[in-house]
């Protein structure tokens, strides 16, 4: 491939990563292990603990989010090699999804300070994971409560999450109570009503995202940059906060949405986010931390970023796909022996984190699995008809 020196060592790596995610975190068919947290814990405990490794931390979580990537990972590893324990491992880590999902639709949060809240964006990836095993399988007794269960994550959604109205369009809530407006939540939702609507067959699940294709086309910044927060009378607002990694992100599933939706109105977002981005590449290949500071370099976010730049260059908004190459060629020089990627380096500009998050780990594999099928797909770099298959 254009960015593997021999061809094939990304698939390789990525072979790597999920013997090493099987071996390490996977437990009754879900990844579980530790999260750098939120607040103190983030900024500072996370480094004890990694320095400190051989001492029994207690604290695995089980986050929605990581079964999501996992699930849809498996599926692209079974697309790309046909080997069925990779199938097996899609449809058991959706069957436990489906498990864990209560009554109501949701699923709950994982971390104890959080724990009394319903997260949009763990929901929806629980609900993705669902819908892309139930399109992947043969006719099984297993497909009609796979629907059924991304369904009732839906209504909850809808009727219990709910939206926030704005001066133009609306945001969808980030937790079931109202806090600010965060576009990556409605770009998050706004994917996953997509892939409803076309699972089942649907246009009725479609009915919100008028609304919120406004709320984001009003809201992105000059640069091209979708703001982290915007003001509610819950929150103030802040521009900026890791934005090329949460802008990413946003580029990817915003370009999924429009090759299933063709909504015209996301062409100019993406072309000014696509520019935006593309500032975020590091000489060496390496996602710049955010719109002030290069370092910390986290893999993550540079596995996130290279994909971003070469959907956008399949999606023909310009000639990103150099730069693109140039982040999964640094990503796969940081591979450990193990197959594991560490978290970061240069925090504070002296400590690492060499901890092994499950999360952040399958949205490596997935990225990089992804990645490495449209480029073999696409060897040649020319953009791509816009109906290719999505994320």
Not at 113 to 139: D, K, M, P, S, V
Not at 206 to 227: A, D, I, N
Not at 338 to 346: M, P, T, V
């Amino acid at each position: 491939m254009p960015f593997d020196t021999p061809p094939g060592v990304s698939l390789e790596a990525a072979r790597k990563l999920h013997a090493y995610l099987r071996r390490t975190h996977l437990n009754d068919f879900l990844l579980v292990g530790p999260d750098p947290g939120i607040r103190l814990e983030l900024r500072l405990w996370r480094f004890l603990k990694s320095y400190a490794s051989f001492l029994p931390w207690h604290d695995s979580y089980t986050f929605l989010q990581t079964q999501g990537y996992w699930c849809l990972a498996n599926w692209k590893l079974f697309e790309l090699t046909g080997e069925s324990n990779f199938q097996a491992c899609a449809t058991q880590a959706a069957r436990k999804l489906l498990d864990l999902q209560t009554p109501d639709g949701y699923w709950t949060y994982p971390l104890p300070q959080r724990r009394h809240r319903i997260a949009t964006i763990e929901g929806n990836w629980a609900a993705l994971a669902l819908i892309e095993t139930y399109e992947q399988l043969e006719e099984t007794t297993l497909r009609d409560p796979l629907l059924k269960g991304a369904r009732r994550w839906y209504e909850f959604l809808i009727s219990r999450i709910g939206f926030q109205e704005h001066e133009t369009g609306r945001a969808v809530n980030y937790f079931d109570r109202p806090r600010g407006k965060v576009p990556n939540n409605s770009v998050s939702t706004l994917y996953f009503l997509a892939r409803l609507s076309q699972a089942a067959q649907d246009s009725a699940i479609l009915e919100h995202s008028k609304g919120l294709v406004e709320f984001l086309t009003h809201v992105q910044l000059s640069s091209g940059e979708l703001p982290y927060n915007i003001e509610s009378p819950q929150e103030a607002r802040r521009d900026h906060y890791l934005c090329f990694q949460y802008n990413a992100f946003q580029l990817l599933e915003l370009a999924w949405t429009f090759t299933l939706l063709g909504k015209q109105e996301l062409r100019p977002v993406l072309d000014k986010l696509a520019g935006f981005l593309a500032g975020g590449v590091s000489e060496n290949g390496a996602s710049r931390f955010d719109c002030f500071r290069r370092h910390p370099e986290v893999n993550y976010y540079t596995a996130v970023l290279g994909a971003a730049m070469l959907e956008a260059h399949r999606q023909g908004l310009g000639d990103y796909a150099e730069l693109g190459r140039r982040c999964f060629r640094r990503l796969l020089d940081r591979q450990q022996a193990e197959g594991n990627f560490e978290y970061s380096e240069k925090d504070y500009g002296l400590f690492r984190d060499r901890r092994s998050y499950p999360r952040y780990q399958a949205m490596i594999l997935f990225h990089l699995l992804w990645a490495y099928r449209q480029e073999k797909l696409n060897p040649g770099g020319v953009p791509l008809p816009s109906r290719e298959k999505t994320g």
